[in-house]
């Protein structure tokens, strides 16, 4: 059975710093490109950053640029989503997919995921 899990949300300051985490259990996520999307309150899920496996190239929306990082680390089959610079307008829950065919961008935007995890909650509040 494919599971995606995300770990590594929690409550931070305006300004604060989070790292979030994607592993997976009966999928080698080594093999597939990797996004994280975000759904704040009482919004769509939208897409935050996405990351190939092929040559490691990223996406990111704008919102995000210069203060989220995604990285790869094939050793541990790990995706993560450093999270600098924290706003209020972050908070939400993230959720880690993996996709198979699409380009980084495509998966962003069309929220492309063939699996998705059930999400992890961040908060970011004075």
């Known amino acids: 059975q494919v599971q995606v899990v995300e770990s590594g949300g929690g409550s931070v300051q305006p300004g604060g710093s989070l790292r979030l985490s994607c592993g997976a259990s009966?999928?080698?996520?080594?093999?597939?490109?990797i996004g994280w999307f975000h759904q704040a309150p009482g919004k769509g899920r939208e897409g935050v950053s996405c990351v190939s496996h092929k040559d490691g190239s990223t996406y990111y929306t704008d919102s995000v640029k210069g203060r989220f990082t995604i990285s790869r680390d094939n050793a541990k089959s790990t995706v993560y989503l450093q999270m600098n610079g924290l706003k209020p307008e972050d908070t939400g829950v993230y959720y880690c997919?993996?996709?198979?065919?699409?380009?980084?961008?495509?998966?962003?935007?069309?929220?492309?995921?063939?699996?998705w995890g059930q999400g992890t909650q961040v908060t970011v509040s004075a």
């Open positions: 997919a993996a996709s198979w065919g699409a380009t980084v961008q495509a998966m962003c935007i069309m929220k492309a995921g063939d699996y």
């Open positions: 009966g999928l080698n996520l080594n093999l597939y490109d």
